[in-house]
């Protein structure tokens, strides 16, 4: 998921927007959208480890 972000980043940096914004703007950016990815991943895991037991135990 960090390739991901690292990737994106530096596609943006040699294409796109981030190319006219200061450096510090882009990692503060990067460390954000890594932040939320991190998040999302922690959520969606223990959503469906709890789920999964939800299910388990209503047989």
């Not at 927007?17 to 999302?40: E, G, K, Q, R, Y």
């Amino acid at each position: 998921m960090l390739f991901l972000v690292a990737a994106l980043m530096l596609m943006g940096i040699l294409l796109g927007t981030v190319a006219h914004v200061p450096v510090a703007v882009s990692l503060v950016a990067t460390a954000a959208i890594a932040a939320w990815l991190m998040v999302f991943a922690v959520r969606e895991r223990t959503g469906r480890h709890h789920r999964a037991g939800r299910q388990g135990g209503s047989s």
